[in-house]
Nanobody
Framework: QVQLVESGGGLVEAGGSLRLSCAASGSIFSINVMGWYRQAPGKQRELVAALTSHGFTNYADPVKGRFTISRDNAKNTVYLQMNSLKAEDTAVYYC????????WGQGTQVTVSS
């Protein structure tokens, strides 16, 4: 089992920044993927960014150049630095962990006011 604890969501004005964190604990498989998905009201959950334990990254087109994903493997923690936030970034953001199976965090609300 893997437990994910997220933090860092909140309310911010358009153009502002937020940093999300997600700490994984439990049975961590050394080769894994950690990342973030988001779900806006009335929409499907979508990938935001993902980062493998070997350092490969994947970003959704709408966030490229604005968001940066990073991780601290020693702490099993993944971060999402979100800059130049837009109203359309408003969503519940979910931490994601893929090792021998996938796990999801409880979600953290990000609201960007225009």
């Amino acid at each position: 089992q893997v437990q994910l604890v997220e933090s860092g969501g909140g309310l911010v004005e358009a153009g502002g920044s937020l940093r999300l964190s997600c700490a994984a604990s439990g049975s961590i498989f050394s080769i894994n993927v950690m990342g973030w998905y988001r779900q806006a009201p009335g929409k499907q959950r979508e990938l935001v960014a993902a980062l493998t334990s070997h350092g490969f990254t994947n970003y959704a087109d709408p966030v490229k150049g604005r968001f940066t994903i990073s991780r601290d493997n020693a702490k099993n923690t993944v971060y999402l630095q979100m800059n130049s936030l837009k109203a359309e970034d408003t969503a519940v953001y979910y931490c994601y962990f893929l090792g021998t199976r996938e796990y999801w965090g409880q979600g953290t609300q990000v609201t960007v006011s225009s």
